[in-house]
T-cell receptor, first 116, second 117 residues
Framework: DTEVTQTPKHLVMGMTNKKSLKCEQH?????MYWYKQKAKKPPELMFV???????INESVPSRFSPECPNSSLLNLHLHALQPEDSALYLC???????????????FGPGTRLTVT | AQKVTQAQTEISVVEKEDVTLDCVYE???????LFWYKQPPSGELVFLIR??????QNEISGRYSWNFQKSTSSFNFTITASQVVDSAVYFC??????????????FGSGTQLTVLP
């Protein structure tokens, strides 16, 4: 079953709020990803977790804080966001991160975030 | 540096027509992977295909087919007998396993395909 779930589907938050996005996969994948996607643009990588350790942080502002509680779960904690952070936030997972290959990533449906 | 170009921003066809989406890539590595993803209006990216640089065989899956040509650095995607449900944004992506970017995906800008009934 190639399924990645994300909650919530939609989120509206003020600039002083604290909220969290959640992602879950049950495919036994060992790598998980957060992407940000603005309208009519391709996804931009934010973070990569490999074997529950943060392996890539693409210079993302500290108001975004990722967390990987276990191999199936990935959270993105949001605090003091700006209106320009409004976007579709996508979670993905893949079999792993290997030197010789790149595995395909399976994406969740995303969370549409609006910052007011 | 790796780069993916999808020159067709938007394509519109009538149902049952065949349509080809172009993807041209740039890489200095001999080992790399190419992908196609579909993003319908619901937002989820759907994985369609993964191809490594050593496998130049074309692939067919139902109405979908892919033409990989290393000589022209292209990995084009054809939908035969298009259907309204094929309407989506299609992304081509490239990954270089040995690069310093830790095997992440470089996406093209996407092609919006609209299939009219």
């Amino acid at each position: 079953d190639t399924e990645v779930t994300q909650t919530p589907k939609h989120l509206v938050m003020g600039m002083t709020n604290k909220k969290s996005l959640k992602c879950e996969q049950h495919m036994g994948h060992r790598a998980m990803y957060w992407y940000k996607q603005k309208a009519k643009k391709p996804p931009e990588l934010m973070f990569v977790y490999s074997y529950e350790k943060l392996s890539i942080n693409e210079s993302v502002p500290s108001r975004f804080s990722p967390e990987c509680p276990n191999s199936s779960l990935l959270n993105l904690h949001l605090h003091a966001l700006q209106p320009e952070d409004s976007a579709l936030y996508l979670c993905a997972s893949s079999q792993g991160q290997a030197i010789q290959t790149t595995y395909e990533q399976y994406f969740g449906p995303g969370t549409r975030l609006t910052v007011t | 540096a790796q780069k993916v170009t999808q020159a067709q921003t938007e394509i519109s066809v009538v149902e049952k027509e065949d349509v080809t989406l172009d993807c041209v890539y740039e890489t200095r590595d001999t080992t790399y992977y190419l992908f196609w993803y579909k993003q319908p209006p619901s937002g989820e990216l759907v994985f369609l295909i993964r191809r490594n640089s050593f496998d130049e065989q074309n692939e067919i899956s139902g109405r979908y087919s892919w033409n990989f040509q290393k000589s022209t650095s292209s990995f084009n995607f054809t939908i035969t007998a298009s259907q309204v449900v094929d309407s989506a944004v299609y992304f081509c992506a490239l990954s270089e396993p040995y690069s310093g970017s830790a095997r992440q995906l470089t996406f093209g800008s996407g092609t919006q395909l609209t299939v009219l009934p």
